[in-house]
């Protein structure tokens, strides 16, 4: 695993750099922490958790530090599931010992995300000690939090240190291990899209970092039996890949290598859920969901013809401050943010739309190859969630059809990023996906 912490020279003309330099996955692997703690010059840690992640390794990690009279001092969130926000940000601030020199995340996802923040704003070294493998932002220098009403990824600091022991991630519910996969699933769309966008904007492209995800999928999915039997193989697969999926969007400068429309869909899902109270999930569920949802709509697209009458005319037809409105109404507060962004990015430029259409028009048949070569089918992915219990229906989240139409419609202007909704609203066929929905 340490090949992937090199710094790379690539044929791409980048030398890729990760900024994770220590990273433990397997059985026992907790034992390296104080090791660890020491190699980092520190010596008072500042442990970070909440009630449900310290039950699940702060025992550990304190029985540990006390066996090798390593101080440390910590701050434990009252409640079970912290809420990734300014409020929880500035609890974790307020109770930092300043006499630490070091920040120890004990947990997952809202943990992680929280502590790369605080070691970022307390300019120390952070270590992560995974309680789950539930998401791909471990080894990630953003933070995935909800501010002002928007779901943003927030500069932090990459984790200095990954420790991923199977016997503290195995004590994870089912519910986490399946969202892992269903974070890692969302990969294949995500490398798919990313060669598409190279060809119609000329974005940056990596063949080497993309290869790194799809090795790591194919591990994921080639374990994804023994996951629910807690098998060290398949936890250590899910773990690893996740971990990859961050160290491969370090590599790129960008999200593209582990991130397309199908968390898109999660992120307009967790901006009604925060504006609304929408029912939410776990991230890597909805992103099953949303890959589901993706997979069928490319299935579909690979049966259409593009029509650069049509594509113009429902240009020049779009009304954006109609769907300006429609978001507000959809999103509330957080419309605020995407449509100030657009106004930025002018994606939806009627002047900017004839080369995007006639890069699309000209490349039409590699577009094609590229989603035959990177996407299962709609069957064997089916099968695949089948096979591990993740739930494929959006209902499942609450979502009705028409909420599902907007969804996806939304999805284009989370990120100034090509994706799905982005080739739909070129084409001029946003309406013909959203009928399939």
């Known amino acids: 695993m340490e090949h992937y912490l090199q710094n790379l020279p690539c044929p791409c003309g980048k030398e890729h750099q990760a900024a994770v330099e220590d990273l433990f996955i397997g059985k026992g692997v907790v034992a390296q922490l104080p090791g660890l703690i020491q190699k980092y010059g520190a010596a008072r840690p500042f442990l970070l958790a909440d009630?449900?992640?310290?039950?699940?390794?702060?025992?550990?990690?304190c029985d540990l530090l006390e066996k090798t009279g390593i101080?440390?001092?910590?701050?434990?969130?009252?409640?079970?599931?912290?809420?990734?926000?300014?409020?929880?940000?500035?609890?974790?601030?307020?109770?930092?010992?300043?006499?630490?020199?070091?920040?120890?995340?004990?947990?997952?996802?809202?943990?992680?995300?929280?502590?790369?923040?605080?070691?970022?704003?307390?300019?120390?070294?952070?270590?992560?000690?995974?309680?789950?493998?539930?998401?791909?932002?471990?080894?990630?220098?953003?933070?995935?939090?909800?501010?002002?009403?928007?779901?943003?990824?927030?500069?932090?600091?990459?984790?200095?240190?990954?420790?991923?022991?199977?016997?503290?991630?195995?004590?994870?519910p089912d519910h986490m291990l399946r969202s892992g996969l269903g974070d890692m699933l969302a990969k294949y769309v995500s490398i798919a899209e990313w060669r598409i966008a190279h060809i119609i904007t000329g974005e940056y492209y990596c063949q080497q970092v993309a290869g790194l995800i799809r090795t790591a999928v194919k591990k994921c999915v080639d374990n994804a039996a023994g996951l629910l039997r807690r098998e060290d193989?398949?936890?250590?697969?899910?773990?690893?890949?996740?971990?990859?999926?961050?160290?491969?969007?370090?590599?790129?400068?960008?999200?593209?290598?582990?991130?397309?429309?199908?968390?898109?869909?999660?992120?307009?899902?967790?901006?009604?859920?925060?504006?609304?109270?929408?029912?939410?999930?776990?991230?890597?569920?909805q992103c099953a969901?949303?890959?589901?949802?993706?997979?069928?709509?490319?299935?579909?697209?690979?049966?259409?013809e593009p029509n650069p009458e049509t594509a113009t005319a429902a240009v020049k037809a779009f009304d954006r401050e109609g769907w300006n409105e429609t978001l507000r109404a959809f999103l509330?507060?957080?419309?605020?943010?995407?449509?100030?962004?657009?106004?930025?990015?002018?994606?939806?430029d009627p002047k900017k739309h004839p080369a995007r259409l006639n890069r699309i028009l000209e490349n039409w048949p590699q577009i094609l190859k590229i989603l035959e070569e990177e996407l299962p089918s709609a069957k064997t992915f089916d099968s695949l969630l089948e096979s591990v219990g993740l739930p494929k229906d959006p209902g499942y989240l609450g979502i009705d059809r028409d909420m599902l139409r907007l969804t996806f419609a939304a999805t284009r202007d989370i990120r100034d990023k090509y994706v799905l909704s982005r080739l739909a609203w070129d084409l001029g066929l946003t309406e013909d996906l959203c009928r399939l929905l």
């Open 71 to 172: 101080p440390w001092s910590s701050y434990v969130f009252p409640q079970s599931t912290p809420e990734p926000d300014e409020r929880s940000v500035g609890a974790a601030v307020m109770h930092f010992d300043p006499q630490c020199d070091l920040v120890i995340g004990i947990g997952s996802g809202v943990i992680n995300d929280i502590g790369k923040i605080l070691s970022n704003i307390r300019g120390c070294r952070y270590i992560i000690v995974a309680t789950a493998p539930s998401m791909d932002g471990y080894a990630s220098a953003t933070s995935s939090m909800s501010m002002d009403g928007l779901k943003v990824s927030l500069p932090s600091r990459c984790a200095d240190g990954i420790i991923g022991d199977t016997d503290i991630l195995k004590t994870a």
């Open 289 to 304: 969901i949303g890959t589901r949802l993706a997979v069928r709509l490319y299935e579909a697209v690979k049966k259409l």
């Open 51 to 61: 009630t449900n992640t310290f039950a699940a390794g702060g025992n550990v990690v």
């Open 233 to 285: 193989a398949a936890l250590s697969a899910v773990f690893e890949g996740l971990v990859i999926g961050g160290i491969a969007m370090a590599y790129a400068g960008v999200s593209r290598p582990a991130s397309g429309v199908e968390h898109y869909f999660s992120h307009v899902w967790d901006m009604r859920g925060l504006e609304f109270g929408a029912p939410v999930d776990l991230h890597g569920i």
């Open 332 to 348: 509330g507060t957080g419309a605020e943010a995407m449509i100030a962004q657009e106004k930025k990015d002018g994606k939806y």
